[in-house]
């Protein structure tokens, strides 16, 4: 199993452009997040997909969008970057099962530029 | 608001030393705790906590809860270069069609010299 996989590692922008992060898990697993990591503030959720066919916003969700394509693909949008979304961005999943030892795993994160 | 607070925020050790790692929390509807090892990329599970007083160990790894003072440690004896990491604590908050928010400390950068 590959677990939680990103695409770009690495990338740098122009303020203005826009790409898309893509997320995939194949743990079979319904939720899946993504997070924003800025030094000296932990992990901040952006937006997140309870299940297949919705998603709703975290804690820092301004310009981005998201779309959960199928059950294990999740992807973000930055429409037009900002100097602000310099950051390395995860993509984690979960199971959808509201249980107590339920834990989140992480993909190997991206690392995003903007000039 | 829900809040979670490390410290040290910088830890610097000599290998074989133990160190003791701090989370405080301030969580509505708390149900458990999670302590997450981060090295160059994706943060990796370590421990999940949900009751005080009982110790979770792995190794030279061990964390324990108390639920009455809302802090947890994070243990590491005989340190190892190697567990030089920045180390996450997190808990998940309200529970929102089934997906858990996770609210995670700022981390503790610990740094094993040889």
């Known amino acids: 199993n590959a677990g939680v996989t990103q695409t770009p590692k690495f990338q740098v922008l122009k303020t203005g452009q826009s790409m898309t992060l893509q997320c995939a898990q194949d743990m079979n697993h319904n939720s899946m997040y993504w997070y924003r990591q800025d030094p000296g503030m932990g992990l901040r959720l952006i937006y997140y997909s309870a299940s297949e066919g919705t998603t709703d916003k975290g804690e820092v969700p301004n310009g981005y969008n998201v779309s959960r394509l199928n059950k294990r693909e999740f992807s973000l949008r930055l429409e037009s970057a900002a100097p602000s979304q310099t950051s390395v961005y995860f993509c984690a999943s979960s199971e959808y099962i509201s249980r107590v030892d339920e834990t989140q795993y992480f993909g190997p994160g991206t690392r995003l530029l903007v000039l | 608001e829900d809040k979670v607070v490390q410290s040290p925020l910088s830890l610097v050790v000599h290998e074989g030393d133990t160190v003791t790692l701090n989370c405080s929390y301030e969580?509505?509807?708390?149900?458990?705790l999670l302590w997450y090892k981060q090295e160059k990329k994706a943060p990796t599970f370590l421990f999940m906590l949900t009751s005080s007083g009982i110790e979770k160990k792995s190794g030279r790894l061990s964390s324990i809860l108390d639920k009455k003072e809302l802090f947890s440690i994070l243990n590491i004896t005989a340190t190892q270069t190697g567990d030089s990491a920045v180390y996450l604590c997190?808990?998940?908050?309200?529970?929102?069609?089934?997906?858990?928010?996770?609210?995670f400390g700022q981390g503790t950068r610990l740094t094993i010299n040889p």
């Open positions: 969580v509505t509807n708390f149900r458990s």
């Open positions: 997190a808990v998940p908050n309200v529970l929102i069609q089934g997906a858990q928010k996770l609210v």
